[in-house]
T-cell receptor
Framework: NAGVTQTPKFQVLKTGQSMTLQCAQD?????MSWYRQDPGMGLRLIHYSVGAGITDQGEVPNGYNVSRSTTEDFPLRLLSAAPSQTSVYFC???????????????FGDGTRLSIL | AQKVTQAQTEISVVEKEDVTLDCVYETRDTTYYLFWYKQPPSGELVFLIR??????QNEISGRYSWNFQKSTSSFNFTITASQVVDSAVYFC???????????????FGQGTILTVHP
């Protein structure tokens, strides 16, 4: 049972380059999210999806795109990398639930991204 | 808007000491969820506990205990008889609505770095 798998684990980019961070989960979870972690700021939500074909913006969406063509995959695209996007990125998933059964999110191990 | 504040940026203790990590939150929702996550030096996020707003019972799990007080909007975390393996960054988080009535958006505090010395 792999859980939430993120690839790559590390990446160095030059300013202006584009790339896609991959996230896959094998738990058939409806909800998937991307967060970025910066020192002293905790984790902040970039984009999220409540199901295949449905995505929406979180707190810090600028510079990132997402799509959700399948339940399993939720890639995060950096269109033109900037040094301000240097961060650790976490993908998370959780099953849908009612108001009284809010399940905890399962996090991937993170992708450490440096933009030079 | 939702907000989670962990006022303690760093805490340093000696092994076997008890330590309490503070968490204060703000939300307009009447139903909400609170979480604690641990991030060890290896970097992954480990879920520790979930608490919903209509259950104010405190909880104990081994050396860990949590004190939820709705009246003061606090959800504090205590480690009893700390160990070196407890050294990590600890995050408090609040779950808010993702449209409609579904919950999924986590608002995190800034994190508290706990160092336990032998």
């Amino acid at each position: 049972n792999a859980g939430v798998t993120q690839t790559p684990k590390f990446q160095v980019l030059k300013t202006g380059q584009s790339m896609t961070l991959q996230c896959a989960q094998d738990m058939n979870h409806e909800y998937m999210s991307w967060y970025r972690q910066d020192p002293g700021m905790g984790l902040r939500l970039i984009h999220y999806s409540v199901g295949a074909g449905i995505t929406d913006q979180g707190e810090v969406p600028n510079g990132y795109n997402v799509s959700r063509s399948t339940t399993e995959d939720f890639p995060l695209r950096l269109l033109s990398a900037a040094p301000s996007q240097t961060s650790v990125y976490f993908c998370a998933s959780r099953p849908a639930g009612t108001v009284k059964s809010n399940q905890p999110q399962h996090f991937g191990d993170g992708t450490r991204l440096s933009i030079l | 808007a939702q907000k989670v504040t962990q006022a303690q940026t760093e805490i340093s203790v000696v092994e076997k000491e008890d330590v309490t990590l503070d968490c204060v939150y703000e939300t307009r929702d009447t139903t909400y969820y609170l979480f604690w996550y641990k991030q060890p030096p290896s970097g992954e996020l480990v879920f520790l506990i979930r608490r919903n707003s209509f259950d104010e019972q405190n909880e104990i799990s081994g050396r860990y205990s949590w004190n939820f007080q709705k009246s003061t909007s606090s959800f504090n975390f205590t480690i009893t008889a700390s160990q070196v393996v407890d050294s990590a960054v600890y995050f408090c988080a609040l779950s808010g609505k993702l449209g409609g009535t579904s919950y999924g958006k986590l608002t995190f505090g800034q994190g508290t770095i706990l160092t336990v010395h032998p």
